[in-house]
T-cell receptor, first 117, second 117 residues
Framework: AQSVAQPEDQVNVAEGNPLTVKCTYS??????LFWYVQYPNRGLQFLLK??????LVKGSYGFEAEFNKSQTSFHLIKPSALVSDSALYFC???????????????FGKGTKLSVIP | KAGVTQTPRYLIKTRGQQVTLSCSPI?????VSWYQQTPGQGLQFLFE???????NKGNFPGRFSGRQFSNSRSEMNVSTLELGDSALYLC????????????????FGEGSWLTVV
């Protein structure tokens, strides 16, 4: 079974400091990994994805993510946090099926990021 | 280019009633998926449609159903509503079409907030 874990329910960081939101995964084969952000009462916004290639992926709003195959991790990072980054962040892995393609995502539980002014 | 559009955004229903939610994917996208988001269970996959065919289904009771039209618009229906069906229902769209999983991004709408009383 494929799964995603976000070990921290909440992360607090001071504005201007670097932030990391952790994600680990368990999949068979090569993973397709995604990060999404959700602001209050809104849907999910795509931040970035890892499909193949460079282990450091650049995304929207200054976010990056580091893929580490040996540690099966895909942590979200940002060098300098903004108050406006405060939101709920979800890591997801795309399930892979033999045969027909599928766009089903399995999500982590989410991490609430609070950036303190 | 318009994003994923979901209607209605908010609705209140009574136990035992049924509800239909609508989703218009991004123009040109042929895969539409539905997810349920609740505080307790997080984001859970309901089903995915591609070219008017259900391609994948999550672990939900038969009260939850969906369909996709020839223009790729999709509807989901929940019959005999229960209090536990109160949730944010999210629609996601992606180009789809690959016989094998590809690295396409999956985009989400703003969701439909369903409250069952």
């Amino acid at each position: 079974a494929q799964s995603v874990a976000q070990p921290e329910d909440q992360v607090n960081v001071a504005e201007g400091n670097p932030l990391t939101v952790k994600c680990t995964y368990s999949v068979s084969g090569n993973p397709y990994l995604f990060w999404y952000v959700q602001y209050p009462n809104r849907g999910l916004q795509f931040l970035l994805k890892y499909i193949t290639g460079d282990n450091l992926v650049k995304g929207s709003y200054g976010f990056e993510a580091e893929f580490n195959k040996s540690q099966t991790s895909f942590h979200l990072i940002k060098p300098s946090a903004l108050v406006s980054d405060s939101a709920l962040y979800f890591c997801a892995v795309r399930l892979l099926f033999s045969g027909a393609g599928s766009y089903q995502l399995t999500f982590g539980k989410g991490t609430k990021l609070s950036v303190i002014p | 280019k318009a994003g994923v559009t979901q209607t209605p955004r908010y609705l209140i229903k009574t136990r035992g009633q049924q509800v239909t939610l609508s989703c218009s994917p991004i123009s040109g996208h042929r895969s539409v998926s539905w997810y349920q988001q609740t505080p307790g269970q997080g984001l859970q996959f309901l089903f995915e449609y591609f070219s008017e065919t259900q391609r994948n289904k999550g672990n939900f009771p038969g009260r939850f159903s969906g369909r996709q039209f020839s223009n790729s618009r999709s509807e989901m229906n929940v019959s005999t509503l229960e209090l536990g069906d109160s949730a944010l229902y999210l629609c996601a769209s992606s180009p789809g079409g690959a016989s094998k999983p590809s690295g396409n991004t999956i985009y989400f709408g703003e969701g439909s907030w369903l409250t069952v009383v």
